[in-house]
């Protein structure tokens, strides 16, 4: 999932800040819980889960962060 | 045991210990290059302080230190006393491999209950912790438990309630925290959840800690059914194939993916006995909740 975030174009990767939780640790737990997530992988932005149990196509990603905050 | 926070390397952790001037036990975890890392603590293995210090200090990888920098850092911290030694979690490894075993739990001090589990018809019985408990006769279970060499973990009654007689609360003192045996060809932890992770010997990244926090922490002790699809994606990570434990005084198998877990409840319930059986027969593992009238 990370190297997904990582694979995106400098250009989305400027607008955005990433923050990966490890769901070994009590603190990645934690995170997972709050948001409400049931599946892994899981992707949220803005504490809102965007995509569960899936990679998501690069394109796909790319639309759902533009959505939220480009332009 | 030494349990140190690293800055700028990609393990967050370094565990160690040092036995006087002697280094053992040094692992790097929870992330970075874990074939170079396993190299370096086998070459670090029981050598002397003098001799792997200099050859630790300054080397560079990023953010301007390394891994055997951060660990320099770190036993020089524990030999000005500015790292404090933590208690160690302890796991019992049984030497025998099993066919049918009983399991228990909570029997908070009750001579009579731990009679019953000891005359079912198994090779052994293991208790997954609270041997002892607030009104229970401790010494009388403990005693008993001793004279029959019982296997247990311990649980939050017999780190916290003391027996009477000094042999007794050494022997509730010494006893693991995890419980490790072999039950035909599957691999089977026991513990009793919702305080180990409190201890602060207690490391996420410790063998077993990932087992016991998806217990605990994700799945609320398999309470929490909307997460069991993430909890079965973790267990492609578990170190074992069946999780035996005990603190929520239910009742519960559930299989997720090829890992079968397993909640004891307590051995005395009503005006009954009751204990998980565990088989291994027809190369598959057979569970089941087995009830003896009192």
């Known amino acids: 999932m990370a190297e997904a975030v990582k694979a995106l174009p400098q250009e989305i990767k400027d607008i955005i800040e990433v923050h990966e939780w490890d769901m070994r640790t009590r603190e990645g737990i934690k995170r997972f819980l709050e948001l409400k997530a049931k599946s892994l992988p899981s992707i949220a932005l803005d504490n809102e889960l965007v995509f569960e149990a899936v990679i998501p196509p690069q394109e796909d990603l790319i639309a759902a962060i533009k959505a939220r905050y480009a332009g | ?294």
């Open chain 2, 1 to 294: 045991m030494y349990i140190y926070k690293t800055k700028g390397i990609c393990p967050p952790e370094i565990h160690f210990q040092l036995a006087g001037n002697i280094l053992t036990g040094v692992r790097f975890v929870g992330g970075g290059c874990r074939g170079n890392a396993q190299l370096i603590s086998r070459l670090l293995e029981g050598r002397e302080l003098s001799e792997v210090l200099p050859l630790l200090k300054g080397i560079q990888c990023r953010n301007d230190t390394s891994c055997p920098d951060q660990l320099y850092q770190a036993i020089q911290l524990a030999r000005e006393g500015k790292l404090r030694e933590e208690e160690p979690i302890t796991v019992y490894e049984t030497p025998a491999s099993y066919q049918r075993v009983a399991v228990i739990a909570d029997v908070n001090g009750n001579v009579e209950a731990l009679q019953v589990a000891l005359r079912q018809p198994v090779e052994t019985v293991f208790c997954l912790g609270n041997l002892t408990g607030p009104a229970g006769d401790n010494d009388g279970v403990v005693e008993l438990a001793r004279r029959k060499k019982l296997v247990f973990v311990q649980g939050p009654f017999d780190r916290t309630l003391s027996c009477t007689k000094p042999e007794n609360r050494e022997f509730l003192r010494r006893a693991p925290l995890y419980l490790r045996f072999q039950l035909g060809r599957c691999r089977v932890l026991g513990f009793y959840s919702g305080f180990i992770q409190e201890l602060s010997g207690f490391s996420d990244f410790a063998p077993y800690s990932l087992e016991l926090l998806m217990v605990s922490n994700l799945s609320d002790y398999l309470r929490n059914e909307s997460v069991f699809s993430a909890l079965e994606t973790m267990t492609e990570q578990f170190s074992v194939d069946v999780v035996l434990f005990a603190s929520t005084n239910e009742w519960k198998h559930v299989r997720l993916g090829k890992v079968d877990f397993i909640n004891v409840g307590p051995v005395k319930e009503g005006g009954q006995f009751k204990y998980a059986l565990l088989g291994w027969a027809r190369e598959e593992l057979q569970v089941s909740f087995e009830t003896v009238k009192a």
